[in-house]
T-cell receptor, first 115, second 115 residues
């Protein structure tokens, strides 16, 4: 089945540093979503991308939908302690003509921030 | 708060038993999705309902079934439970059946423990 390769698996950074993570796939996606999950909680939607090449920001977060529609990246600038958590990319496969909405998730990037 | 509610928060049961997980989507959302999150498999799509009708099926076992009621809440039924069914079960909702601009919002999840 379709899979998303998300990297890195984990990051341990200093407060104030910038962070970059990405997802790649062998298949085309028509939507890329980035979520953050805290322990024991549900994933929270951070950024949604719908067009190839689209670059979208949400505060200190910036994400891009790759031109090939097979990849996406998420950047976090000037990290702070509350950025700690697991970040997931999720793609909605293309080709269903809008009839199905299931998401395929990456394995996540665990971010730890040292004050 | 995503607006998606799930009950119960925690469920502990024995092998061979049957349980029902409940989800209420955000107001106005017609699509409900069920996902399973385990340590080894990550977030996996199980099934989608749109306005009462099954829309998409993922890696859902035959022992599992779901339905969406006229008031749009959904229930996931898990039967003949096995130890390996222990996981977090998430419900998500969106206002579209699929295609572009299909942002999915997740509930807080139900943690199922099978002993």
């Amino acid at each position: 089945g379709q899979q998303l390769n998300q990297s890195p698996q984990s990051m341990f950074i200093q407060e104030g540093e910038d962070v970059s993570m990405n997802c790649t796939s062998s298949s085309i996606f028509n939507t890329w979503l980035w979520y953050k999950q805290d322990p024991g909680e549900g994933p929270v939607l951070l950024i949604a991308l719908y067009k190839a090449g689209e670059l979208t920001s949400n505060g200190r977060l910036t994400a891009q939908f790759g031109i090939t529609r097979k990849d996406s990246f998420l950047n976090i600038s000037a990290s702070i302690p509350s950025d700690v958590g697991i970040y997931f990319c999720a793609g909605q496969p293309g080709g269903y003509g809008g009839s199905q909405g299931n998401l395929i998730f990456g394995k996540g990037t665990k971010l730890s921030v040292k004050p | 708060d995503s607006g998606v509610t799930q009950t119960p928060k925690h469920l502990i049961t024995a092998t061979g038993q049957r349980v029902t997980l409940r989800c209420s989507p955000r107001s106005g959302d017609l699509s409900v999705y069920w996902y399973q999150q385990s340590l080894d498999q990550g977030l996996q799509f199980l099934i989608q309902y749109y306005n009462g009708e099954e829309r998409a099926k993922g890696n859902i076992l035959e022992r599992f079934s779901a339905q969406q009621f006229p008031d749009l809440h959904s229930e996931l039924n898990l039967s003949s439970l096995e130890l390996g069914d222990s996981a977090l079960y998430f419900c998500a909702s969106s206002n579209r059946p699929g295609g572009s601009y299909n942002e999915q919002f997740f509930g807080p999840g139900t943690r199922l423990t099978v002993l």
